[in-house]
Nanobody
Framework: VQLQASGGGLVQVGGSLGLSCKVS????????MAWFRQAPGKEREFVAG????????DYADSAKGRFTVSRDNNKSTVYLQMHSLWAEDTAVYYC??????????????????WGKGTQVTVSS
């Protein structure tokens, strides 16, 4: 399965940005999906996750109230809508997928498929 993230860019503090991740090569609805991010010099960290049907979501504390994860199984795409962005949100954002997880998990090692990442830069 292949994952292609897009939508990154440069935005000012307090602004909004939406990311998309298109999945191909597999039955999208079979996969738990998640977004992670990695800032320079830091470990990759969980941002948000969504269940196969989209009915259950999970967020890192830093994302709660500001980010929304969603998916469209007809389009094989997962989204991350980000609002009230901080400079600390600057990172490369990755989408991840796994067919065998029962629920979303916050550990990157549990996801078997990854996209290449898209850069999000929040400037002050």
């Amino acid at each position: 399965v292949q994952l292609q993230a897009s939508g990154g860019g440069l935005v000012q503090v307090g602004g909004s940005l939406g990311l998309s991740c298109k999945v191909s090569g597999g039955t999208f609805s079979n996969y738990v999906m998640a977004w992670f991010r990695q800032a320079p010099g830091k470990e990759r960290e969980f941002v948000a996750g969504i269940s196969r049907g989209g009915g259950s979501t999970d967020y890192a504390d830093s994302a709660k109230g500001r980010f929304t994860v969603s998916r469209d199984n007809n389009k094989s795409t997962v989204y991350l809508q980000m609002h009230s962005l901080w400079a600390e949100d600057t990172a490369v954002y990755y989408c991840a997928a796994d067919r065998f997880l029962r629920n979303t998990r916050a550990f990157s090692s549990e996801y078997g498929h990854w996209g290449k990442g898209t850069q999000v830069t929040v400037s002050s």
